[in-house]
């Protein structure tokens, strides 16, 4: 069984600060990409940031020079740090990787999601 457990969520006043983790576990013995969606009230779900294995990374203009994707390869853990946040970063954030195992097809997982909420 392969699972993300992310931990951070919460609420801050607006102008603030909070950091997301997800770590994976589980068979396989890689992980290639690794990223973090949201979704709101009313919206689709969106991409936030991506971060390739080999550290490239990927952000939505709405969050480009206030948030940060990083990974840790040996905790198998990424990582969100989001600075100057605003009321509408308000939404349900989604951990999401791109597992390698030995045998058969790369498996994508999500994690369970996690509420952040910006007040005014």
């Known amino acids: 069984q392969v699972q993300l457990v992310e931990s951070g969520g919460g609420l801050v006043h607006a102008g603030g600060s909070l950091g997301l983790s997800c770590a994976a576990s589980?068979?396989?013995?890689?992980?290639?990409?690794m990223g973090w969606y949201r979704q709101a009230p009313g919206k689709q779900r969106e991409l936030v940031a991506t971060?390739?294995?080999?550290?490239?990374?990927n952000y939505a203009d709405s969050v480009k020079g206030r948030f940060t994707i990083s990974r840790d390869s040996a905790k198998k853990t990424v990582y969100l740090q989001m600075n100057s946040l605003k009321p509408e970063d308000t939404a349900v954030y989604y951990c999401?990787?791109?597992?390698?195992?030995?045998?058969?097809?790369?498996?994508?997982?999500w994690g369970q999601g996690t509420l952040v909420t910006i007040s005014s």
């Open positions: 999401n990787a791109q597992l390698i195992r030995r045998l058969g097809r790369d498996l994508e997982v």
């Open positions: 971060i390739t294995s080999g550290g490239i990374t």
């Open positions: 589980g068979s396989f013995i890689g992980i290639d990409v």
